[in-house]
């Protein structure tokens, strides 16, 4: 402990009490509240608000220690060990309770009951535990989640409903694949698919939905939702928009990214034949921001997400504290404790997410690569919430942001039969592939393009480079010259 941790303050993490009170009711509500979140320290011997260190009676320091020591353990269901030293503070005294993450949750003062003595840390105070609250540490204590309970009082779920989730799931894994290699190794899902992540349980001869199975399917949660808004200015006083999106979370998903697309800045560039839109902020640091919302809420708080875009920056905020023993900097760092593992497990399969606990630190990453603020990680009312601040200078659209949503149109330019008169013609590329996308601006640059070259190209192997060229050819927009070792590909 030094002085400058003692200047900064109380936290979520660390606590002051000027001496040890008689009646050890007063702090121990605090112990119980660390033992339930992240942990934390109570220094005893510094005054909270003028941090000043006036010490403890070095005489009595042992007895003090031994005191505090029993008082938890015997005040506390389950028992809490605590560690407690001594330290030296500006030649002062300082007795320092330092109290881990529990794993036995929930932790409650024993004269109190579990209802009414469950207390947690919320922006450096302590308070009791709401319902939900108590509801989720008691998952977190049995090391279960939620999203993979059995749906109660749902009845059994048919063969159809179960295949038609896994098709819907396996269509969308295949269309958001980076390559078509990697939609060609997507697997299919299958009943034994969902039992092991958790999307359905067995009993006897029948299946029964869990939460995550009406999550991703028929959302019966009304608190399972998405609020979007608008705001004049940098805080709340005046709504230009709002929405709020229902339906299975995919689905909320994908329709609260675009409506933060349709409500930040736009320009865009004409790189040789296609016209890319550009955006002020990085696409996929804000489909991230959403997808961890989605992922990691606590689905037993009252609340949506939501998603509120300002002037100055994005905010997403997911109901729920960082789950487990997590902490602000731990996210930095990507780790991950994940709050609902059935929906890690799909959106992982689906291509909505990556690895699990990459997502913060790659946002981070892309804003700094892109010169703009750091994102803002805060935990504010008993909710987690992510900031992506957008650039004061307009000037700097179009120079900064992720290039990935090509326009609809393609312009060409043929020449008709008459000498010089040309005209402009629109083709649709609504169907092209990532990869053809990547092949025609190469030909555009260089003329033609060779089987090779396009293996060099989109990293893949002879056969797929044949087979992608050819489909291009059969659609009509290429066409193939020469033979054999000669035969090259050019724009028709």
């Known amino acids: 402990m030094t002085i400058e941790e003692i200047m900064s303050g109380e936290s979520e993490y660390l ?59 015997d005040s506390c269901t389950p028992m809490i060990t605590p560690i407690v030293t001594l330290a030296s503070i500006e030649e002062k005294v300082v007795i320092i309770v330092n109290i881990m993450p529990g794993g036995q949750r929930p932790y409650y003062l024993t004269s109190k009951g579990k209802e009414n003595g469950t207390y947690v840390r919320v922006s450096g105070t302590t308070r009791p535990a709401d319902p939900f609250v108590l509801k989720e540490l008691e998952f977190e204590g049995a090391n279960r989640c939620f999203d993979q309970t059995y749906a109660a009082p749902e009845e059994s779920v048919t063969e159809d409903e179960i295949t038609l989730l896994c098709n819907r799931m396996y269509q969308y894994a295949v269309e958001h694949c980076k390559s078509g290699e990697a939609a060609e190794r997507t697997h299919r899902l299958t009943r034994q698919n969902l039992l092991s992540w958790g999307f359905l349980v067995k009993r006897g001869d029948a299946y029964y939905p869990t939460n995550a199975f009406l999550l991703m399917s028929r959302n019966l949660f009304p608190q399972a939702t998405i609020q979007c808004a608008v705001f004049k ?20 998903l994908d329709a609260a990214y675009e409506y933060v697309l349709r409500n930040i800045n736009m320009s865009s560039e004409i790189n040789g034949l296609y016209r890319t839109d550009v955006y002020e902020l990085p696409t996929d640091c804000i489909r991230e921001m959403i997808c961890n919302a989605v992922a990691h809420r606590s689905y037993l708080h009252p609340s949506s997400i939501q998603v509120a875009v300002y002037d100055d920056r994005v905010e997403v905020t997911s109901p729920g504290m960082l789950f487990g ?27 909505i ?56 149109e393609k312009v060409r330019i043929s020449t008709d039969k008459q000498p010089g008169s040309t005209e402009k013609i629109r083709i649709s ?24 070259e396009v293996q060099n190209l989109l990293n893949v192997k002879d056969s ?29």
């Open 15 to 73: 606590e002051f009490k000027r001496m040890v009170p008689e009646r050890s009711e007063t702090y121990m509500k605090t112990v119980v509240a660390f033992a339930n979140g992240s942990g934390g320290r109570i220094v005893f011997g510094v005054e909270n608000g003028t941090f000043k260190v006036v010490g403890i009676n070095q005489e009595n320091a042992f007895s003090l220690m031994d005191g505090i020591t029993s008082a938890i353990c």
């Open 233 to 252: 200015g940098t805080d709340r006083d005046v709504f230009i928009d709002r929405r709020e999106y229902d339906g299975d979370v995919v689905t909320q």
């Open 325 to 351: 023993s997590l902490r602000l900097k731990d996210l930095r760092e990507g780790i991950s404790i994940p709050r609902n593992r059935a929906l890690v497990y799909a959106f992982t399969y689906m291509n």
């Open 353 to 408: 997410m990556e690895h699990w606990g990459s997502g913060i630190p790659r946002i981070i990453r892309r804003c700094k690569e892109l010169g703009l603020e750091e994102p803002e990680l805060l935990e504010i009312a008993g909710s987690f919430r992510i900031n992506l601040f957008r650039f004061s200078d307009k000037t700097r659209i179009g120079k900064s942001t992720d290039k990935e949503r090509e326009s609809t």
């Open 429 to 452: 590329t609504d169907k092209l592939t990532d990869n053809q996308k990547k092949i025609i601006p190469y030909i555009e640059e260089k003329g033609v393009i060779t089987n090779k």
């Open 464 to 492: 797929r480079a044949l087979k992608i060229l050819k489909e291009m050819v059969e659609a009509g927009i290429l066409k193939k010259e020469g033979k054999l070792r000669g035969t090259c590909y050019k724009l028709k």
